[in-house]
């Protein structure tokens, strides 16, 4: 009974893995359809998103089985209720992906992102990705130090974010609204993307600490 | 102790009622605050939802509580489980209503909405704020009717939000990209609104029904 208990409890962690695996995935390849204007890539990401919901779903109804069944305690049941919110974020970090590649459709032919800001976007892509996969690495390793030096890179997404609007705003925007449009949605979504990252890390240093990561001291500088 | 339990799921309701509540008229507020370049009432908006993320964390903290000492089943279980995405769903539309407020802040004293979309974004605030009404209802009088109704006018707040893209995309779009960028925040924001508040009247009638909304017959039109 224990033993299928803690099998129940691994199989939560390993889906959220999966679901951040898939997640990281997605905006990997939608940066690469809305840069390229690959359609059929696009098409890809948006229809694969179908797997992160159904996941998600699956997630939900283990842990309601889990909780009648076993009705966890103390940490265990902490780790339950946090997956829950994990899930969501996880599920919602899917339909980000999913927006970029949409954004990618609706221009094809063209592309959605100017010459001027295909270096930024490109950026906020890779660090959206590498922040994922970090995520789940944290969900395995509960690795403390790895989750609270996203946070740095994180804040290297909201500066990415910031260069989008001081470009939309800058008097020499020769891109007219539509573009500006574009840029506008494609940075939130991957500003939107990076956080969700961020809080699985964080709610996984919450499990492991007992404190939230915005109470602990920031981790050291690493030399890179 | 069985009346203690019921008390207890009672005050997870509550605090729910509350958290929509207190949405609804952050972004009726937030609206006004956007129309009129009212300053003061955006800084209100935007400390208020302190009090709705404090909200989300004392509902999180009774359901893990419940969970632990009450170790529900069934229903009760689905509900507690139920109640943390549609906390975790207010508390993200009181962010939203913080953007908006945020926004009207940012351009102060001037207006981020230009003339032309007023009447657009009037709608949409309006729309919001009674979307987020219902849902509180809902959570309360649980009725599926009340709830599948919700869905058409989020239709209709779907249609004011693509009003804004066609308006931002027309050759005739003369207030430049930084009205563009505020416009296409806050038509999202807004639409996200709308969406968080029938997610929560749709788990209601997932609650209530043990079906999903959207495998339901929608609902008989209303003579309004």
């Not at 992160?52 to 069944?69: C, G, K, V, W």
């Not at 780790?79 to 992906?97: H, I, K, P, Q």
Request: with cysteine; net charge negative.
């Amino acid at each position: 009974m224990r033993e299928l208990y803690h099998e129940e409890l691994d199989s939560i962690t390993d889906g959220l893995v999966e679901m951040a695996n898939l997640a990281g995935s997605a905006v990997g390849r939608a940066t690469t359809a809305l840069l390229d204007a690959d359609l059929r890539l696009a098409e890809d990401v948006i229809s694969g998103d179908e797997t992160i919901d159904a996941l998600h779903r699956t997630l939900e109804q283990r842990a309601i089985t889990l909780l009648a069944r076993q009705q966890p305690v103390a940490t265990d049941l902490r780790l339950v209720v946090t997956s829950l919110g994990m899930s969501a974020a996880l599920e919602r970090s899917g339909d980000l992906a999913q927006h970029v590649a949409k954004l990618a459709r609706l221009r094809h032919p063209g592309c959605a992102v100017p010459l001027d800001l295909r270096g930024t976007i490109q950026e906020m892509g890779e660090l959206a990705q590498s922040l994922m996969a970090r995520a789940a690495e944290v969900l395995v390793s509960h690795d403390v130090d790895l989750a609270l030096r996203m946070e740095r890179d994180d804040d290297r997404m909201d500066e990415l974010h910031s260069t989008i609007f001081r470009h939309l705003m800058d008097d020499r925007w020769q891109h007219g609204a539509e573009a500006a449009v574009d840029a506008t949605l494609a940075g939130r979504y991957y500003e939107r993307f990076g956080d969700h990252a961020v809080t699985v890390a964080r709610d996984v240093v919450y499990l492991v600490t007992g404190e939230h990561a915005e109470d602990l001291p920031p981790a050291a500088p690493v030399a890179t």
